[in-house]
């Protein structure tokens, strides 16, 4: 018999969420409900911040956007890794925005300090507001005190995105969430994230001013108060400004609240299989894990390693068609944004070199890591690398 074919990715459900959303269905309400608000209770939790849901991810940082600059009449400019899924630099685009792009660090591929100083020193009197967009890339956090400080150097506002990261802490004990000196969080419940719901996504925030904004933006800006009588009437309303509908459906927010309190129980079953990962290919030649240690508090999003594809004389492809022919499907995170067409117009001005991203990228692939994995899928994906690494003749003749 053929062995299951393994996905990168696969939310984990049971007979909880079927019950909520049978629930959901028999109350007739579908949208505007008690669901949404039970989620954003399980993720302020989670967070360590008031949080507030929207449709995605996208819309998250899409909102978030909006509501930072729609006051600001100078130019804004939005910075992120060029290893970062192309969600916010397009909404910034959306918005029109300017979007520079830095490198990462080879270690974790979380966003260098070091080649975003060089980037805001060069722009940042260009500029009336600039957003600095650190990724937790697949689970790990950045160095977000390296990132505060120079935010605050070059006046600069933290907005996290931590799509991979909900339930993730800083340290080992702050969650992601509730940095201190962050304007906003972000997430998506999209369903390979660590809490899915099917689509959705959150913005968690202390500022009590931006989260009534999102609120209200989520909605159309549409207030309860008439705008010529002043009156609570069951009926008239007033739109102040122009918004949209972002809400999350009670069905996904229904989802999204059964997976929230486990994500605790489902995080710590993913460290297991990335520790057992990290046993079997630690010491490897010609492939690395992201990041190379172990890491206390990381959301375990992902779990992406860097094949030395030169050292191993194959492609990409020749990577993932192997890992395929074994049923196993990698996934790739991310095309590096200066390659995407869509923002290969960033001038240099608003770029770095990105030596460290382009000698990543050939080989990154992201392995299998969810939930309900067993030992022995683990293992079957650790043998497929093995076999890679051992049995490139280009490799043994090298190593
Ligand atoms: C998933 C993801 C997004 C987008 O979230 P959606 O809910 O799919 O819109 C944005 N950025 C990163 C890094 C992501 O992983």
Redesign the pocket.
């Known amino acids: 018999m053929a062995e299951p074919e393994l996905p990168y990715a696969r939310p984990h459900w049971d007979a909880e969420e079927a019950a909520a959303l049978m629930t959901t269905l028999e109350s007739g309400f579908w949208t505007n409900g008690g669901q949404v608000l039970r989620f954003e209770e399980e993720l302020g939790r989670l967070t360590g911040a008031p949080t507030v849901t929207v449709s ?4 998250a ?1 899409f909102a978030l956007l909006h509501a930072l600059g729609r006051s600001v009449s100078g130019p804004k400019l939005l910075v992120s890794p060029a290893l ?2 192309a ?2 630099p397009a909404s910034a685009k959306l918005l029109g925005w300017d979007v520079a792009l830095c490198d990462v660090i080879a270690d974790d591929l979380t966003v260098c300090p070091a080649s975003l100083a060089e980037l805001l020193d060069r722009v940042h009197l260009d500029y009336a507001r600039i957003v600095v967009l650190p ?1 937790h890339y697949a689970g790990h956090s950045a160095d977000m005190a390296a990132l505060s400080a120079l935010c605050e150097r070059y006046g600069a506002d933290l907005v996290e ?1 931590a ?2 990261a909900i339930g993730g802490t800083y340290d080992g004990t702050l969650p992601v969430g509730s940095w201190l000196t962050s304007v906003a969080a972000y997430f ?3 369903p390979t ?1 660590p809490v899915a719901a099917g ?3 959150a913005v968690s925030t202390t500022d009590p001013a931006l989260l009534r904004e999102l609120r209200a933006l989520r909605n159309h800006n549409m207030s309860p108060v008439d705008a010529h009588t002043g009156d609570h009437d069951p009926w008239p309303y007033s739109i102040p400004a122009p918004g949209l509908n972002l809400r999350l459906s009670e069905f996904n927010a229904a989802v999204g609240a059964v997976q929230a309190g486990r994500a605790e129980e489902s995080r710590l079953e993913r460290a297991r299989l990335a520790a057992r990962y990290h046993e079997r290919l630690d010491g490897l030649p010609f492939v690395r894990a992201v990041p190379g240690q172990r890491r206390a508090g990381s959301a375990h999003h992902l779990f992406p390693v860097v094949f030395d594809v030169e050292g191993l004389g194959m492609s990409k492809k020749d990577l993932l068609d192997t890992f395929f022919s074994r049923r196993i499907r990698c996934q790739v995170h991310y095309t590096p944004l200066h390659r995407l067409p869509a923002f290969a117009d960033i001038g240099p001005r608003l770029t770095t070199s990105f030596t460290t991203v382009d000698t990543a990228f050939p080989g990154l692939v992201s392995l299998p890591l969810w939930r309900g994995m067993t030992d022995d899928d683990c293992d079957r994906v650790a043998d497929a690398v093995a076999g890679i690494v051992h049995g490139s003749t280009h490799a043994r003749g090298r190593a």
């Open positions: 995605s991810g996208t819309s940082v970062n899924f969600a916010a990724v995105d799509c991979h998506s419940f999209h994230k689509e959705g996504g």
